[in-house]
């Protein structure tokens, strides 16, 4: 099967602290992977060491170029003057450049569209709840059409039709050949959905 991520003894540390520990992880085409493990165990961590915003300190990492992440909602900067289609463009990039294409467009609607937020293509970001913030975020990763989707707490504060709507997302690029990393803290999350595999993180290390 073609693989997506091949991590190797991976160790990330901040400072002295080694926040990821001798972490090996191979996810192919179409697999579906959660990492769950408790606050402070990891898991943004390795999420990011994989998107490539954290360097490793040791071990590798080859993985497909054509990746989208989604940071834990916590961390995204809502006070940005930027228009919701402006935001969900951003995610072509990898294939449009600085210059967005009419197909590069065309993504975006789509995009917004099947996450129900075509209405609110005009919006400041900063004038959306968590939850539509979210589908902003996640219309724009898929409209990069990934070969590898991070996400990172996806469900966290998700009413239950918008869980419902991730989810057959989830389910559709996955069947496209997408391999999905979900990172959930909270092991609910992982009812609905059928996982290849579940990973456990406890103190930066995958435990057995
Ligand atoms: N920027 C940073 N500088 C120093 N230490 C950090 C930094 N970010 C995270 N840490 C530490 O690294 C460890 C792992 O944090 P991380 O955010 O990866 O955990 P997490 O599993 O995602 O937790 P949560 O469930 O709360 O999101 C924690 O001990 C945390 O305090
Ligand atoms: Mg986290």
């Given amino acids: 099967m073609t693989e997506r991520l091949n991590l190797s003894h991976a160790v990330i540390k901040y400072g002295e602290i080694r926040a990821i520990d001798d972490v090996s992880l191979t ?4 697999e579906f992977v959660f990492i769950t493990g ?34 834990q909602i916590e961390e995204a900067d ?6 919701v289609s402006e935001i969900v463009l951003t995610g072509t990039q990898g294939q449009g450049g600085f210059f967005y294409s009419i197909a590069d467009k065309r993504r975006a609607l789509r995009s917004m569209e099947e996450l129900g ?5 005009k919006s400041e970001i ?7 913030l979210r589908r902003v975020f996640l219309a724009r990763a898929l409209c990069g ?5 991070l996400l990172d707490e996806p469900c966290a504060g998700l009413d239950a ?3 419902k709507l991730l989810f057959s997302v989830l389910d559709r690029v996955r069947a496209g050949g997408c391999a999905v990393i979900m990172v959930t803290h909270d092991a609910s999350d992982l009812e609905g959905i059928k996982a290849d595999r579940v990973i456990t993180l406890s103190h930066g290390r995958i435990l057995e």
């Fill in 38 to 71: 408790a606050n402070g165990s990891g898991k943004s961590t390795l999420t990011k060491g994989i998107a490539g915003l954290l360097p490793l300190a040791s071990g590798t990492i080859t993985r497909t170029k054509r990746m989208s992440y989604v940071p």
């Fill in 78 to 83: 809502r006070n940005f003057p930027a228009r």
């Fill in 126 to 132: 900063c004038t959306l709840s968590g939850g539509q």
């Fill in 27 to 30: 996810v192919s085409a179409g």
């Fill in 161 to 163: 039709s918008s869980h």
């Fill in 117 to 121: 937020i075509r209405n609110l293509a």
């Fill in 145 to 149: 059409e990934p070969e590898l989707l």
